[in-house]
């Protein structure tokens, strides 16, 4: 992923080498670009409806947000409409399982790990005092 080229040679400049791959020349680091959704938002859509998913479409991850709606929507289905306690409890292994993806997924929103659609870092606000 890279958007600028070394003023020595031209070549591409990966984020986060020191210097160029191709004639060694050294530039002050340069920070990968960050997306223009509010980690604020996708944190509290991630800890009111994680398990809706509403998190990953903010953050326009659609098939993990079709994903995790379709996991909710067959697990309350069959939570409150199966007959047979077998299938009541798959419902509930699938409403738990998706409870703890998106602990996962909060997770790895608070610890600057997450990639909005775009393939984008989604920023941590940093504490400045």
């Not at 509010?38 to 398990?51: D, E, I, P, Y």
């Amino acid at each position: 992923m890279a958007d600028k080229f070394c003023r020595a040679c031209g070549a591409e400049v990966i984020y986060g080498r020191p210097s160029c791959r191709n004639c060694g020349y050294e530039f002050a680091s340069i920070a990968p670009p960050m997306s223009n959704k509010s980690f604020g938002v996708a944190l509290s859509l991630c800890g009111v409806f994680g398990v809706l998913g509403l998190h990953h479409f903010y953050l326009k991850n659609w098939l993990h947000g079709l994903i995790d709606l379709g996991l909710f929507i067959s697990s309350f289905y069959l939570i409150f409409s199966a007959q047979e306690p077998n299938l009541v409890m798959l419902g509930i292994f699938l409403l738990v399982l998706d409870a703890l993806h998106s602990l996962y997924v909060m997770y790895m929103l608070v610890t600057g790990r997450t990639y909005d659609g775009d393939g984008v870092l989604v920023s941590v606000p940093s504490s400045s005092s």
